[in-house]
């Protein structure tokens, strides 16, 4: 069975039509991925991928005519077609057959979302680093995330008020409040985490923070 990373390299390097990229295109965008994930969209220079790639640097320019088209062609499909399939399909069961306590559901949201971005480091990388800074894609993921997820949250958050298992918060606030806590601890853990990170520590004060914030009172 092929691993997260090798499904996910060869879902991006299919075209919408189906066909396979030619060898070329495939090593310009693997060494693409590689380079902007080291060093980021502003301090990677076509150049570096190109020698990545074992090309000529005119090669990347005959596929795609700026270093943005480039980037996205890596972010692009992966928001338009990979959102789904790779970022959310793992967390279908979790909303649709939610844990019996809102502790075990985040818990296990949690380990989900710590499996999720160890398999997939260097698209993660390069998605926090430039997502944010181009309203195209921005715009792209966030209209994907409402329309996928924000229904099935819903339903989990009203379960876990039914249970009087936590507080009666807004909707839109409890999710607001909860995605930035996990994300938090996601972006410092992978991201820009000290020497010193007690990984067990932090994991369980982000755990007791959320379920304190949202009112959680175990039935």
């Not at 606030?173 to 607001?176: G, N, P, W």
């Given at each position: 069975m092929k691993d997260p990373i090798e499904q996910w390299i060869e879902?991006?390097?299919?075209?919408?039509?189906?066909q396979q990229m030619t060898e070329k295109q495939s090593r310009i965008?693997?060494?693409?991925?590689?380079?902007?994930?080291?060093?980021g969209y502003s301090g990677t220079a076509t150049s570096e991928i190109a020698q990545r790639a074992e090309?000529?640097?005119?090669?990347?320019?005959?596929?795609?005519?700026?270093?943005?088209?480039?980037l996205y062609a890596i972010v692009s499909p992966f928001v338009a077609r990979l959102?789904?399939?790779?970022?959310?399909?793992?967390l279908y069961p979790l909303f649709d057959s939610p844990h019996p306590t809102f502790e075990g559901f985040v818990r296990g949201i949690l380990d989900n979302r710590i499996t999720f971005v160890e398999n997939h480091i260097?698209?993660?990388r390069i998605m926090l680093?430039?997502?944010p800074f181009h309203a195209e894609l921005r715009d792209r993921f966030l209209g994907i995330m409402a329309q996928k997820m924000l229904p099935r949250l819903t339903r989990v958050l009203d379960h876990y008020r039914e249970l009087g298992q936590i507080e009666t918060l807004p909707t839109l606030?409890?999710?607001?409040l909860a995605g930035s806590t996990l994300f938090s601890y996601l972006v410092t853990r992978f991201l820009i985490a000290p020497a010193e990170w007690d990984d067990a520590q932090e994991r369980e004060a982000t755990i007791q923070y959320l379920l304190r914030g949202l009112g959680y009172r175990q039935r």
């Open positions: 879902e991006l390097l299919r075209k919408d039509d189906g965008l693997i060494a693409a991925i590689e380079v902007f994930a080291e060093k090309v000529a640097e005119g090669t990347i320019f005959r596929h795609y005519k700026t270093k943005k088209d480039l959102i789904e399939p790779f970022v959310l399909r793992e260097k698209v993660i680093q430039e997502v606030t409890s999710i607001r």
